[in-house]
T-cell receptor, first 116, second 111 residues
Framework: GAGVSQTPSNKVTEKGKYVELRCDPISGHTALYWYRQSLGQGPEFLIYFQGTGAADDSGLPNDRFFAVRPEGSVSTLKIQRTERGDSAVYLC??????????????FGPGTRLLVL | GESVGLHLPTLSVQEGDNSIINCAYSNSASDYFIWYKQESGKGPQFIIDIRSNMDKRQGQRVTVLLNKTVKHLSLQIAATQPGDSAVYFCAETPEMGKLIFGQGTELSVKP
């Protein structure tokens, strides 16, 4: 079956612009996660959703970052007033159940964001 | 965080040899651990997992060992192949919904 998909695969923007990154989870997965990965490092947690609600957004770095999942499926990560330090790969993952601590998270290919 | 910069530890092995990749985790409360493989330009791919009530789990050509006393995980790959070349990350779950990734090890397989 189809895995997690993310669009766009690459995004180049200018400092100060607004960007939206989209994630389509595996069909039937109720939990969805966003991570950010800088070059040479492991992914770092940003936020996770159980259904439509954000269950934990403690990893969002500041109020320029926001994510939504209005219908409990597709999610959008929104970044306002982008800065060069936001350049990274943004990864989305999903899991079958409601975000328990012993669930396997399956990752998408990521969106590579470059802020000039 | 646990990130230490751009230079990942590297393990270089000959094709056909066994590989062992090690990982130290940080949180005693973690009860679930996963190994992921990440190839260049792709997202992390699930390899194998282990729960804290186990100390060993085997998959196809891979084995994960968990030592909770010293908070250590290892991934063993038997008969390593060129297609195994990638960066390998361990991840722990100290709380619901959140994976904490280790630094990563780059595995290079020489034909």
């Amino acid at each position: 079956g189809a895995g997690v998909s993310q669009t766009p695969s690459n995004k180049v923007t200018e400092k100060g612009k607004y960007v939206e990154l989209r994630c389509d989870p595996i069909s039937g997965h109720t939990a969805l996660y966003w991570y950010r990965q800088s070059l040479g490092q492991g992914p770092e947690f940003l936020i996770y959703f159980q259904g439509t609600g954000a269950a934990d957004d403690s990893g969002l770095p500041n109020d320029r970052f926001f994510a939504v999942r209005p219908e409990g499926s597709v999610s959008t990560l929104k970044i306002q007033r982008t800065e060069r330090g936001d350049s990274a790969v943004y990864l989305c993952a999903s899991s079958l159940l409601a975000g328990g601590s012993q669930e396997t998270q399956y990752f998408g290919p990521g969106t590579r964001l470059l802020v000039l | 965080g646990e990130s230490v910069g751009l230079h990942l530890p590297t393990l270089s092995v000959q094709e056909g040899d066994n590989s062992i990749i090690n990982c130290a985790y940080s949180n005693s409360a973690s009860d679930y651990f996963i190994w992921y493989k990440q190839e260049s330009g792709k997202g992390p791919q699930f390899i194998i997992d282990i729960r804290s009530n186990m100390d060993k789990r085997q998959g196809q050509r891979v084995t994960v060992l968990l030592n909770k006393t010293v908070k250590h995980l290892s991934l063993q790959i038997a008969a390593t192949q060129p297609g195994d070349s990638a960066v390998y990350f361990c991840a722990e779950t100290p709380e619901m919904g959140k994976l904490i990734f280790g630094q990563g090890t780059e595995l290079s397989v020489k034909p």
